[in-house]
T-cell receptor, first 115, second 113 residues
């Protein structure tokens, strides 16, 4: 199993550009989520999904869109990139909606720089 | 407003000694806590968890202690090994239908020979 796969690994954008960060999992996990990691801020939840067709906002959702048309894929869209969105982005999934005894599995991250 | 706090950004410990990483939380609704370990250029990986109905959970060299009255948890690593050098995140959730996981800011542990 590949687990959670994120593409691309690195990306540089200019302010105002849009792009999509891809995330796919092959474990048939119900729950998927996006986090961003910034120095001194830890991991902050952007958006999450408890199943295909269901998404909701996390702690820092502004400037990002998500959709979940299939169980496997959970892309994160930056509508108009800003320098404040320079960060490392992690996609994570877990088997169940409930996190008890169902820990998150993380991808290896996408490092995004917005100039 | 940081609901999960790790006040020590870094910790340096000699190989073979005990490493103690601390975490405080403010939300009294949190009832499930986890620790993740992260190596550079990799995603975090799950280490150990504890439910609020317990005050201790052990897994090999790793033990997590929970003090609900103080809203404090700690991760003990005994004995520490150089391969334990990583960033450690604590995380908490309050259950419910979506059970969102809220992470702390992380502590960088360095284990030296």
């Amino acid at each position: 199993n590949a687990g959670v796969t994120q593409t691309p690994k690195f990306q540089v954008l200019k302010t105002g550009q849009s792009m999509t960060l891809q995330c796919a999992q092959d474990m048939n996990h119900e729950y998927m989520s996006w986090y961003r990691q910034d120095p001194g801020m830890g991991l902050r939840l952007i958006h999450y999904s408890v199943g295909a067709g269901i998404t909701d906002q996390g702690e820092v959702p502004n400037g990002y869109n998500v959709s979940r048309s299939t169980t496997e894929d959970f892309p994160l869209r930056l509508l108009s990139a800003a320098p404040s969105q320079t960060s490392v982005y992690f996609c994570a999934s877990r088997r169940n909606r409930q996190g008890r005894d169902s820990p998150l599995h993380f991808g290896n991250g996408t490092r995004l720089t917005v100039t | 407003d940081q609901q999960v706090k790790q006040n020590s950004p870094s910790l340096s410990v000699q190989e073979g000694r005990i490493s103690i990483l601390n975490c405080d939380y403010t939300n009294s609704m949190f009832d499930y806590f986890l620790w993740y370990k992260k190596y550079p250029a990799e995603g975090p990986t799950f280490l150990i968890s504890i439910s609020s109905i317990k005050d201790k959970n052990e897994d090999g060299r790793f033990t997590v202690f929970l003090n609900k009255s103080a809203k404090h948890l700690s991760l003990h690593i005994v004995p520490s090994q150089p391969g334990d050098s990583a960033v450690y995140f604590c995380a908490a959730s309050s259950g419910g239908n979506t059970d969102k996981l809220i992470f702390g800011t992380g502590t960088r542990l360095q284990v030296f020979p």
